[in-house]
């Protein structure tokens, strides 16, 4: 569920008084998502999301995701556009949270992609990262290298209860990414959560990306390495070389890796494969029993993880050097 904050017709009419919006002809809660609550409207001037964000979003990191799907519409990435309020301001208030609507994009995302949707989705983060360029903001990626012991030792003394030894192979990948993480590959904006739930299609053409919230400054092929771990996967465990070789292709015919980029991949695809275990166990262990939110499994990104530790060249992923 994605509706932590109810909001009363009421409230939603007199906060689309601010805006250039029309007035308000039907609204919904949208069941998706876990970190904001999102809602449907429908007013006489179309469809918008209105989204409330929640506790795990910092109101300080706002403006950056906020300026940076106006930046990034503006350069012709098809993604949301934050609708500016009359007095200007992109963000406002309701029930008590920051709120922003946000214009609706057509599409769904897939549940079973192809290798050819995988192609898609390579060129649009290599555009996107092209169109990140000039964006004065920036916000520190808190989930990458640095925030993992962290995170990790708020998990670390339960994780053998997920799996036995799991503690012990957990201290020693992190100790091994710690000591070997690149420092000097391109960096720029990332999205960093680019997964199927956040990619929309019309048929089989991608219509846009969404959810930004954790974008951010980082390594452009870590970006990459997410999303090898997020589309080329089968439901099995098996890494699906086609869909890695479409991806990266997709990816090049925008932005071609440099040599180092490629050869960093398999640590960077380690890494990223650790950072969504790492959230995942904790969220695993921390969620109380009964919450709404259906928890996402964490061995998932294990066996990923050690997948990647025993590829020994970024030919294994599908890149073609
Ligand atoms: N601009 C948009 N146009 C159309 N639908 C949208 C838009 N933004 C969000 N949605 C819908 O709302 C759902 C949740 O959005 P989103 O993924 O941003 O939420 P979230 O709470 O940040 O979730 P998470 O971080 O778990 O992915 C999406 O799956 C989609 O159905
Ligand atoms: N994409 C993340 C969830 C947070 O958006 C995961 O699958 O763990």
């Not at 208030?93 to 992609?113: D, N, T, V, Y």
């Not at 960077?268 to 166990?281: D, E, M, P, V």
């Amino acid at each position: 569920m994605a509706v932590y904050t109810d909001i009363t017709e009421d409230d939603l009419s007199r906060f689309l008084t601010a805006y250039d919006a029309g007035t308000l002809t039907s609204y919904k809660g949208i069941a998706e998502g876990v970190e904001n609550s999102n809602f449907l409207l429908h007013t006489t001037k179309g469809a918008f999301i209105l989204t409330l964000y929640e506790k795990r979003v910092d109101r300080n990191d706002l403006p950056f995701f906020l300026g940076l799907m106006h930046h990034l519409a503006e350069r012709g990435l098809s993604c949301p556009l934050p609708l500016p309020r009359n007095d200007g301001a992109l963000l406002g208030e309701l029930s008590g949270r920051p709120a922003a609507m946000i214009s609706f994009l057509e599409g769904m995302w897939l549940r079973k992609p192809s290798a050819q949707h995988c192609r898609e989705v390579g060129r649009a983060l290599a555009e996107m990262h092209l169109a990140g360029d000039g964006f004065e903001i920036t916000r520190e990626n808190a989930l990458s290298v640095g925030g993992w012991r962290p995170l990790w030792d708020k998990s670390a003394d339960r994780a053998d209860e997920v799996e036995k030894g799991l503690q012990d192979e957990i201290a020693g990948e992190l100790a091994f990414l710690e000591a070997n993480w690149p420092k000097d590959l391109p960096a720029g904006v990332i999205h960093a959560d680019l997964f199927p739930d956040n990619v929309f299609f019309l048929g089989d053409d991608l219509s846009g990306l969404i959810d930004f919230y954790f974008a951010c400054n980082d390594l452009l092929a870590y970006d990459v390495a997410i999303c090898l771990n997020a589309w080329c996967f089968e439901k099995d465990g098996a890494f699906n070389l086609t869909k890695g070789m479409a991806l990266l292709a997709g990816y090049e015919s925008v932005r071609p890796l440099s040599d180092e980029e490629a050869a960093a991949l398999p640590l960077l695809a380690r890494g990223s494969a650790l950072r969504f275990f790492l959230t995942r166990l904790y969220d695993w262990l921390m969620t109380p029993p009964g919450a709404l939110v259906v928890k996402k499994d964490p061995l998932e990104y294990l066996r990923k993880l050690r997948f990647h530790r025993q590829v020994a060249n970024p030919a294994e992923y599908g890149l073609s050097r």
